[in-house]
């Protein structure tokens, strides 16, 4: 049986890479914290699997952690020198590319709705070939490896050491940030076992109505955005408010369909994400990558729509959920 195990091991294999070329770099000026840094990321994904066979301590996990956050706190990453193509390089190109450019982007999507689809559906002397609930896991990572292939073969780059070294490029250039949607998504996980969540639901049941179903709706929704806002990550958000108001008052007392209720919850927190810097990813990075002037310019820009898409989903949970 193939679990997922193997996808991160790929992962914490491109960070070692990554932290072997910063170290190669005798002009990078902070290569050794930098190059720590994320090899010790890499290290953390191998070390993961062997927590969670529970054939190894956690802790070092934890002072792995510590570690990270100390180099990038006191902001000891840094980027070096950047091997690329020139601008004209690139403009020619995408000018004798044009859409086919696109070729590679989408196949990660495709290849991985085709495995999460058929992926359960294979076996072999009639057990299954993925573990339970690793299908779309495992349909990204083949994804990924199959664009990586099709992009080799589209775009021919000189060496094979092309994608490790723009992958390094552009991980230096998003820095620690890369590892917010992690950090993020923990965090929401340690906010409902210490029960925000309960507390959450307490003040809610004190604040809205049990027998008016629309302020519950607008009071999940809304606090689904604002926790989203405040934390930078929609899954972060999703259990606190799902715990406080999703389940036990949306769907345990009102009744509501939970597929829909949360799909349209999740939404409600991408609202969310286009409103704050703490979607670095999101939000930050590309302005950054594209050198925009105004650093909240995509935030600026995405508010308009974030507003309505909340109202819009608002009401269509109030009245197709239920």
Known sequence: ????????????????????????????????????????????????????????????????????????????????????????????????????????AITVPLVTVIVAMLGPKLTIGGEPVLATGTATLTGLGIGGLVALIVAFVLLRPPSLATPFREGARLLEAIGWAALLPQMLSTLGTLFTQAGVGVAVGDIAAWVVPEEIRFWAVVAYCVGMALFTIIMGNAFAAFPIMTAAIGWPILVGNFGGEPAAVFAMGMLAGFCGTLCTPMAANFNIVPAALLEMKDKYGPIKAQLPTAGIMLVVTTVFMYLFAF
């Open 1 to 104: 049986m193939i679990t997922a195990e193997w996808l991160y091991w790929v992962v914490g294999a491109f960070f070692l890479v990554v932290a072997l070329l910063i170290l190669s770099d005798p002009s990078h000026a902070k290569r050794w914290t930098s190059g720590i840094f994320w090899g010790l990321l890499g290290l953390c994904f191998f070390y993961g699997t062997f927590v969670i066979a529970e054939t190894a301590p956690a802790w070092v996990l934890g002072i792995a952690v510590l570690v990270l956050v100390a180099i990038a706190g006191t902001g000891q990453l840094g980027k070096g020198t950047e091997v690329t193509t020139s601008p004209a390089d690139r403009e020619a190109s995408a000018e004798r590319l044009r859409n086919r450019l696109f070729i590679p």
